[in-house]
């Protein structure tokens, strides 16, 4: 059975949870907790704020538009460059070195802030760069126009249900315009369409100078994958010190950072490659559950000398032009 006791003066109540199932009689329980002006029990910790009805309202609509002006200068082509510095010192503050770019998730990433909208869009800008790895500006400035034309709307005294239902009609409308205005693309065009969207892309990025140069090693990378275009890890990018943007290049197979023998050719035609991700040195081979006991420096020498020419039969056997270790 449970009663409870409440004061009006001081705002507790004192609550009696009585348990009669014991055989020795009844157990009693008492919680005692502050009630809220509301109505409801304070459980929030010592120093922290609650905001309800228009200063919430406010709060929200506050952060979510001052974000969407943050970013809003680097949307398009013409877009500018933010450079973010480190704020030492700072709690909550980024450490670290100056960045200098226009990508809406690097710049949410690297400010610190403390409003709930404002982290709720970092997190949505987060997320499409995640899915999409494009336009997480515009879906920040998208979101802040939305709240903003909300809050004018709050402002006339019209329910904020009201105006969500209202968004989610047009968000109904607009997925049926886009599957409307869709189309599909036969294979002589997708590459010239496939050039278009890269280089809209970089159209704001700081590779907008060379963006012809790069759509063209990007769209190559796409096709070459064909049926597996989806899967972008099988694209390895390999940064080299030195030489300009436009020496960047696109090639088919492997790149290796590995020196050439001396006196080794430096090309070679329809050969055969093998290509170890193990040391083939002798000294550097471990074989696991393997024990050799010697008594003598001259047997130490025949083992190796044993193991070195086991290992050159093996390569022999594969008539190889080229060894990769």
Request: aromatic share 6%; proline share 2%.
């Amino acid at each position: 059975m449970l009663q409870t006791w409440y004061d009006t003066e001081t705002l507790w109540t004192l609550t009696f949870l009585y348990d009669a199932t014991e055989s020795r009689g009844c157990r009693v329980c008492g919680f005692l907790s502050q009630i809220s002006e509301g109505g409801v029990p304070d459980v929030l910790q010592r120093g922290a704020q609650q905001d309800r009805g228009e200063t919430a309202r406010l709060q929200y609509f506050v952060g979510a538009i001052a974000v969407g002006e943050l970013v809003k200068s680097t949307l398009g082509p013409k877009g500018l460059d933010k450079i973010l510095t480190p704020m030492q010192g700072v709690e909550g503050g980024r450490n670290g070195r100056t960045i200098i770019t226009n990508d809406g998730a690097t710049i949410l990433k690297s400010v610190w802030l403390d409003n709930p909208a404002a982290k709720i869009l970092a997190d949505v800008a987060l997320q499409q760069d995640t899915v999409c790895g494009d336009g997480t500006t515009g879906v920040v400035v998208l979101a802040s126009e939305l709240l903003k034309q909300a809050e004018e709307l709050v402002n006339q005294n019209i329910h904020p249900q009201i105006i969500t239902a209202g968004y989610r009609k047009a968000l109904a409308v607009a997925r049926k315009r886009l599957q409307e205005i869709s189309f599909g693309c036969e294979d002589d065009g997708l590459r010239e369409y496939l050039m278009k969207v890269a280089r809209t892309t970089l159209s704001s990025k700081l590779l907008t100078h060379e963006k012809e140069h790069f759509a063209k090693i990007a769209v190559d990378a796409i096709l070459r994958l064909k049926e597996h275009a989806s899967s972008l890890e099988l694209v390895h990018i390999i940064k080299k010190p030195g030489g300009g943007l436009r020496d960047s290049f696109l090639d088919e197979g492997f790149i290796l950072e590995k020196r050439i023998g001396t006196c080794q050719p430096k090309v070679q035609e329809d050969c055969r490659v093998m290509v170890a991700n193990t040391p083939m040195d002798t000294d550097k081979i471990k074989i696991y559950g393997a024990r050799v006991s010697v008594d003598s420096f001259e047997a130490v020498q025949a083992l190796e000398l044993a193991e070195k020419e086991k290992m050159k039969q093996k390569v022999l056997c594969l008539s190889l032009q080229e060894l990769v270790s």
